[in-house]
């Protein structure tokens, strides 16, 4: 990266002096898989404000920006309407603070909101680049503007300002789009996928430094061949700039979601590498993203083609098979960086890290669009299916301040007695998993004890010594020499452990059940394994009979394992009916582990209001068993 500060006028033809000199970065690698979340965030929101019909001011059509006041009004931008409005805590209109013009105190398109000293009120408009004030009450102040034309000079071709974000300090962060044209792609010669050039400066409020931060690629695009000659278009979720900006300084994040990293930059102009690895988010073909996709290539190109046109354009346009490795960035008052993974069954999962690019673990929120993060709130955008929005904001609360003062992390693994899909038997690969998930309790399934095809080992006891944790092994039936069954490994203290017999299958099956104490809190918690086998009938019999086996006294319980079943079966549907069944979303498969086409492994829990989801993830594992494992982060509520 080329980074060097510039100083003094002209913004005239800098930006190629000031790309001659490197600026040192600070690297950090985060998000492994034994992170836990920081942060709860409640399952509805504590206000929401927005309806469908009604009074107009209650209306929104594409909120932008949010901010929320100390005294608790918000304040809201509106791109549809050209407007600000403010409402009281209890969700009452109070006053419109901007309306659409170019006016002073008027917006064409208000895209920020920062809420500064004695809950001053900034609004930048990103159409007309400037920046208005406003008093706590919403009476017009001030406005600054960041001439488009001088800044436009500044630039060398083929670079040109696209856009611009407001800074607290009043500095602008300045986006730059490369003017290319596609008429000189010859055919043959087009590549199926292509990003124009980009880049970012940081202008001062008095338009006297400029800081050349960083250059990376623009919007992601195809090329297809539409009536009038080649032609440029986005496919769906395409790789684009994602930008954050600090709400009270002047730092700012950039990335370009080509790869799983993203940079900082503080006010000095010190650079923050921060990268992670994370198993990619599938995508389906039943995607709502993939369908606006379609539906706007429709409203767009309706007028100049013909739909039989359109449908055709569409075919040229490869479709993605994985989400890109994050999305939006956001950061908080406090500095960390909330990166936005993407969506895990009904949440959407978000990376945290410090100031420094230290991993800070990850926390799932509901699913809608994050506007911004708080000290102890979030503020998102949920539009519904009749296409109305609402502003909402979630409450935010320390893990280590929830009722249960720490998260339970149960973990589900079939290991296929040590034996990877390179016949390679190895322990030691298990634990290592194992050790990186980091869970409370683990649900083992297809476990060897002495038996001579494992070399007489002991491995429940061998995984406990491995991770140090403490194994309880439950015998299904003798095995050469030996015996075969399941086990349940714990880091918390077990006050209890019983082998239950179930209805035998093709083979003898039992649940190894424990009863452990909550090291904060506690409080019991029951946990058993799970390794269902192997008709449907056999499988229900052996559900059933498990239920009727644990008493249903109001003790948090948690069922984790191999259920030899799929969603919509039997057995999952009389989960279903009594039992809380975690969501796995997308990327739920977790049976073969190098082709994953089918979902067998569950985490299932009761009393299910008893229990609130913070994470869960299936582990892209591909060699070290035949099935993938997954984690469950719970809170169990008192």
């Known amino acids: 990266m080329k980074l060097r500060r510039c100083t003094a006028l002209a913004v005239v033809a800098v930006l190629v002096a000031c790309r001659g000199e490197d600026r040192p970065a600070d690297t950090s690698s985060a998000m492994g898989a034994a992170e836990r979340s920081p942060w709860h965030v409640s399952p509805e929101p504590v206000r929401s404000v927005g309806v469908l019909d009604g009074d107009p001011k209650y209306q929104f059509v594409n909120i932008s920006a949010a901010g929320l006041q100390s005294d608790g009004d918000l304040v809201v931008a509106d791109l549809g309407t050209h407007s600000v409005r403010l409402f009281a805590p209890d969700g009452t209109f109070k006053r419109v603070i901007g309306g659409p013009g170019q006016g002073p105190g008027e917006f064409q ?62 500095d602008i962060l300045v986006s730059l789009i490369e003017k290319a044209s596609v008429k000189g792609l010859k055919e043959g010669s087009r590549e199926a996928r292509f990003r124009p050039g980009s880049g970012a400066l940081r202008i001062s409020a008095d338009m006297q430094s400029v800081d050349t931060l960083m250059f990376f690629g623009d919007l992601e695009q195809v090329t297809v061949s539409a009536p009038w000659g080649d032609w440029a278009m986005a496919p769906p979720l395409a790789r684009q700039p994602s930008f954050a900006v600090d709400g009270t300084g002047g730092r700012v994040c950039i990335g370009d979601q080509s790869a799983s990293g993203v940079t900082c930059f503080a006010e000095d102009g010190t650079e923050t590498l921060i990268e992670w690895s994370a198993s990619p988010l599938p995508v389906g073909d039943d995607e709502a ?37 994050y999305s939006d960035l956001h950061l908080a008052p406090s500095g960390e960086l909330w990166v936005t993974h993407g969506p895990v069954g009904e949440f959407v999962e978000y990376f945290l890290f410090d100031r420094a690019g230290a991993s800070l673990g990850s926390v799932q929120a509901p699913n809608a669009r994050l506007l911004s993060v708080g000290q102890d709130h979030l503020l998102t955008v949920r539009v519904d299916e009749m296409g109305i929005q609402r502003l909402e904001m979630y409450e935010m609360t320390s893990s280590a301040k929830t009722e249960a003062s720490d998260t339970v992390r149960v973990m589900a693994y079939n290991i296929h007695h040590g034996a990877g899909m390179d016949e390679v038997l190895d322990l030691e690969r298990i634990a290592a998993l194992i050790r990186e998930v980091n869970p409370d309790l683990l649900a ?6 002495v038996a001579t095809r494992t070399g007489g080992v002991d491995q429940a006891a061998e995984l406990g010594r491995l991770t140090g944790m403490t194994p309880v092994f439950g015998r299904f039936m003798p095995y050469q020499g030996g015996a075969y069954g399941m086990a349940v490994l714990s880091r918390w203290p ?5 082998n239950i017999r179930l209805p035998d299958g093709d083979e003898p099956r039992s649940s190894v059940v424990v009863d452990v104490t909550s090291p904060s809190t506690g409080e019991m918690v029951r946990f058993a394994s799970i390794h269902f086998y192997r008709t449907e009938d056999e499988r229900l019999a052996q559900a059933l009979e498990l239920a009727a086996q644990l008493p249903n006294d109001g003790v948090p319980t948690i069922l984790a394992g191999d259920y030899n079943s799929t969603p919509g079966s039997f057995v999952m549907d009389f989960f279903a009916d009594e039992w809380g069944i975690v969501d796995k979303g997308t990327d739920r498969f977790t049976f073969s582990s190098f082709d994953p086409v089918r979902e067998i492994d569950f985490v299932v829990m009761r009393p299910k209001d008893r229990f609130t989801v913070l994470r869960q993830r299936v582990l892209d594992e591909p060699v070290a068993s035949d099935h993938r494992p997954l984690f469950v982060d719970f809170i169990i509520h008192r």
């Not at 083992?444 to 004890?449: G, H, K, N, P, V």
């Open 109 to 170: 398109s208000p895209s920020q909101v920062f809420i500064g000293d004695q809950d001053s009120i900034f609004v930048w408009d990103r159409e007309a680049w400037r920046v208005s004030s406003f008093d706590a009450e919403g009476a017009f102040a001030g406005v600054g503007s960041y001439p488009l034309a001088q800044i436009a000079k500044a630039t060398a071709a083929p670079l040109y300002p696209k856009s611009a974000m407001l800074l607290p300090n009043r």
């Open 289 to 325: 993203e993939i369908a606006t996709w379609r539906d706007a290539a429709y409203a767009s190109l309706g007028a100049k083609v013909s739909a039989d046109d359109i449908r055709r354009l569409l075919a040229e346009v490869p479709m993605p098979t994985e989400r890109p490795p």
């Open 444 to 449: 083992l399934q297809e476990i060897d004890s």
């Open 494 to 498: 077990i006050a209890a452990s019983r």
